[in-house]
């Protein structure tokens, strides 16, 4: 879960940069995210907030994730949301 989230995160600093953003937090990050001029679609947007919320739970919480789920719900549809939309 962790690791999809820091996939995630380098795909949108990177998107960021190429806008000429650099956030250098993950609260500065989401509001360049959240900051319409940036053009991030809201299905985008909710997918990073979902796996953020997701990693803290497995860093914090010792959350336990069934491997379906991560790989249907974690890896094919929020990941890949973010990957097709920086185009990777």
Known sequence: MTAAFYCA????QGYLLTRGRD???HATR???IADPVNQMPMDVQRAYVAL???S???RYRL???D???VERRVLDKRLR???DFVGL
């Open 9 to 12: 995160l380098h795909c949108v």
């Open 23 to 25: 956030p250098q937090s």
């Open 30 to 32: 989401g509001r360049e």
């Open 52 to 54: 953020e919320q997701l």
């Open 56 to 58: 803290k739970r497995a």
């Open 63 to 65: 959350g336990v994730f």
């Open 67 to 69: 491997p379906a789920f």
């Open 81 to 83: 949301l973010i990957t």
